[in-house]
């Protein structure tokens, strides 16, 4: 029996067919990258090199700045072009560091890319491995890893879960991580473990990768303290909270963090980028993600450097059909439409999906008639037609329940009368919070 | 299009070139980018279309008078929707959605089930007007209204036109009959009076229970006049669509099966109304006649899967709807036994009504995480 969480979700179309037989293909090196310094949760990182500086790839252009900010690296060898404002996914126009690449993809001194042996004899090596790889989580929030993996000293964390449900209909780039790298996932997440020092581990994937499962359970076939749950298929079945019930029956108390019921969840690919930092001493310059859509000719896993221009995957996916109307930065449930603009791959990018018309179709909005889909949709256990009707009415000050909206879009998918909800709770929350600032 | 819109053979030829800024193509909007097929003007025509079997059991009992009556007036709820728009100030384009989204369909069929077949025609346009603008627009149209519609437009005609909202036929003897006919016909087996609902026969009884005798004997009648089975099937008098138990739950298997009702609001709603008139019947089976008649012999049916699910009069959490089924089952009950009027359905579900948003808020669930909801 796969297991799931107690409340809420939705099953839209999953739609990973597109891709999910596809093995993982390199992109070419591309001739020039992008790479913005804000690419985690927090501060965004304070550029160290200037136009003109010769880099080499996994040559630290980035520092962080405090605690919750992570380090940038260049992810190609070459010259700076320019430090500049350049548009980026995440909407607004900032920081980033421009290299030309000389081709050669020269790597910093003490990168192994061979390398595989991890010293577990040593694991107090591998946090400051893993800050100075500038590990973020990769499922698409971008939190410092190294943030998560260093709890307060009066929070006790027993267990570690790790993300391979991809919940996101389209996206198969943590599927295919797991079939194609199962033994570098394995080896990672017990570098993760070891950081932590528990000795309750799980894997959590949707029971629509059976594959994934079998990959997975024979990586840490007799590894001890590690169990590979089936999790049903259910959106948002990769919401941290919602798997920490799904595998562990806890609840996350509202506004508390999932350390706060003693639990750490890391997504698969940051577990892959873990294993390369500490065993190939290799900094997070590539990731792993999935182009697709019907408006793309061919859609593709691909592994990209970050800081790609959007214009050398597209490129590569054989170009996009007359038929584009919307493109998407993430999963069709939580990511982030754009203007068609040549901004760059960054750490957090899960996916980019080109959708057609049909995919895209747009319905007119109804009033709302209190069907109560949205609540039965919601695994927050909220009132989104209520809440998107206080925020309609500016009644802001009303609105303390939005705190817990984790923003996952099930409300929206369920409305029949197509009401923006997200949109609403979003402009909600932040309202809230400044009038809570304001006293 | 006169433009590229897209790199694509160029940008096969080319890879490093960037494509060309096309913004003004693409959507732009929130996530999620998903979304559900199911909408709202779905939804309401599924409701009516499941009102179909029974429209189609009024026209076998009360014959084509039946057609006229639901015609006229669904088509007059969906013209004053349109014109109250219209008189809205809405746009054309919105005032054509709004008359073709279903809803005023459905009030139109629920409003035409509730009226008796004689009804005449000036009596379906005052209904159906009051329908739209006293029971919705003046809220401010799909969505605002607190009653139901259908509910406050039968109300309002039940206390202005009694004569003509009470004067019932018998099930007519052919298609050919119209119900005038078979008015007269009535009073001729009657003894001059018309035919009588089988609960208004019970109200009669309970009138009389002072006399024993007369009591017993009017109790006698209802036993062999409305057999279970007659009432089941809808062989008996009563406004159109409230008769045929058997078509209502047909078409309430459709709303069950797609899932835009479930059995929180009926459930209790029937239950609730046999469980209290089970009680009286158990307590003073000679005043009181058993619950199964209560459950067949009026609008309950109806009122139940039809018209108290009505999704913007009624509330949207689960124990929510519990407390509100029950509400409107006790009221029915207590109507039906000691009020004045023979049914108390509508009157049930507009009480009801108006305690939805209180029930909502006092019945919400539990966040993810708490232990307890906080005091609301």
Known sequence: ?439 | MAESTTPTADAAAAPAKAPEPVSHELLVTSSPHFATPESVPRIMHTVWLALLPACAAAVWLFGFDALIVIGLTVLACVGFEALLVRARGRSWSEVRRTALDGSAIITGVLLALNLPAASPWWMLLIGAFVAMGLGKHVFGGLGHNPFNPALVARVFLLISFPTQMLTWSSPVDSFAQSTAERIEQDKAELDGQTYATPLGKLKDALRNRADPAKLAAIRAEVAERYPALDLFLGRTGGSLGETSALALLLGAALLFWRRIITWHIPLTFVATTALVTGIAWAVNPDVYVNPLVHVLGGGLILGAFFMATDMVTSPVTRLGMVIFGAGCGLITAVIRLWGSYPEGVSFAILIMNALVPLIDRYTRGRKFGETRRAAA
Request: charged share 25%; aromatic share 4%.
């Open chain 1, 1 to 439: 029996m796969a297991r799931t969480f107690k409340r809420g979700g939705v099953h839209p179309p999953e739609e990973k067919q597109l891709t999910e037989r596809k093995p993982i293909e390199t992109l070419p090196l591309p001739k020039r990258v992008v790479i913005p310094m804000a690419q985690c949760l927090g501060a965004p990182a304070e550029p160290t090199v200037k136009p003109k500086d010769a880099v080499k790839t996994g040559q630290r252009i980035g520092e962080p700045k405090g605690f919750v900010s992570t380090p940038v690296h260049a992810s190609v060898s070459g010259v700076v072009k320019k430090v500049d404002l350049f548009p980026t996914a995440a909407g607004a126009r900032s920081l980033c560091v421009e290299i030309e690449s000389d081709g050669k993809d020269e790597w910093v001194e003490g990168v192994d890319l061979a390398g595989g042996d991890v010293d577990f004899a040593k694991p107090d090596a591998f946090l400051p491995a893993l800050t100075d790889a500038g590990l973020v989580g990769m499922g698409g929030a971008a939190f410092p890893t190294h943030v998560k993996l260093k709890p307060p000293k009066d929070v006790k964390v027993d267990t570690l879960i790790l993300n391979g449900a991809e919940c996101e209909p389209y996206l198969t780039a943590d599927h295919r991580l797991m079939v194609e790298h199962a033994a570098e996932i394995a080896t990672g997440l017990q570098i993760l473990a070891a950081v932590l020092g528990v000795e309750r581990t799980f894997v959590g994937i949707e029971d629509n990768k059976p594959d994934a499962v079998a990959a997975m359970r024979k990586a840490l076939a007799g590894v001890l303290g590690v169990e590979v749950v089936v999790c049903r298929t259910r959106y948002p079945q990769g919401a941290e909270k919602q798997l920490i019930q799904s595998i562990t029956n806890r609840e996350v108390p509202p506004g508390k963090l999932p350390m706060h019921v003693g639990c750490v969840v890391q997504n698969v690919g940051t577990a892959f980028a873990a294993f390369e930092a500490v065993a190939r001493r290799k900094p997070l310059v590539e990731r792993v993600l999935t182009v697709s859509g019907r408006a793309i000719r061919e859609p593709k896993n691909l592994r990209v450097r970050v800081g790609t221009p959007l214009g050398d995957i597209v490129a590569f996916c054989g170009g996009t059909t007359d038929g584009l109307r919307k493109l998407i930065f993430g999963g069709p449930m939580m990511g982030k439409a754009l203007r068609y603009e040549d901004v760059p791959v960054v750490k957090s990018t899960s996916g980019i999906l080109f959708f057609d018309r049909q995919e895209a179709a747009t319905v007119e909005e109804f009033s709302c008639i209190r069907c109560g889909r949205c609540l039965e949709a919601c695994p927050q256990g909220l009132v989104p037609c209520d809440l998107g009707d206080l925020a309609e009415h500016g009644l802001y000050d009303k609105l303390a329940d939005a705190m817990d909206c984790v923003e996952c879009g099930s409300c929206q998918y369920a409305c029949p009368a197509r009401r923006l909800l997200v949109h609403l709770l979003r402009l909600g929350k932040s309202e809230f919070r400044r009038l809570q600032k304001k006293g």
